[in-house]
């Protein structure tokens, strides 16, 4: 399979990952989406987790397009943990200040977290469709 040009440059996916952060903050700016049907418990966590792993794959393209032929996957594992944990945090006190909002929830941060640092090892181990 063979990559198309854009996707093998390091700044497509970081601007990826900014439209990423911008959705999300979008998202986070309004009131909670109304209920309708079958609620689930605790789904919301499980939304964090996939947002999150998404943004996660992103940012860890960004930095394996750099070093492509020796990533290093100690440095890309902290930076997008880091990275996306300060996000997270953000997100939470963002929402903390959004009308018919509430924010602050250690749950969803913990969720977020656990998303980031499931999308850099599921990176991994799909890098060669990057190659």
């Known amino acids: 399979m063979q990559v ?3 996707a093998r440059r390091p700044f ?3 601007a990826a990952f900014v439209l990423w952060f911008a959705i999300l903050w979008n998202l986070s700016s309004g009131p909670v989406m109304i209920k309708t049907g079958i609620e689930i418990p605790h ?3 499980v939304q964090h987790f996939g947002y999150f792993f998404g943004g996660s794959g992103l940012l860890t393209a960004f930095f394996f397009r750099r070093k492509p032929d020796k990533p290093d996957w100690t440095m890309i594992l902290t930076s997008v943990t880091i990275a996306l944990t300060a996000v997270g ?3 939470e006190w963002h929402q903390s200040c959004v009308p018919e909002r509430s924010g602050n929830d ?3 941060l913990t969720a977020d977290v656990l998303g980031s640092i499931a999308g850099v090892h599921v990176f991994r181990r799909l890098q060669h ?3």
């Open 106 to 108: 250690a749950q969803d």
């Open 43 to 45: 789904f919301d966590k």
């Open 4 to 6: 198309p040009g854009i």
């Open 12 to 14: 497509f996916w970081l």
């Open 89 to 91: 945090c953000l997100d």
């Open 129 to 131: 469709l990057l190659r």
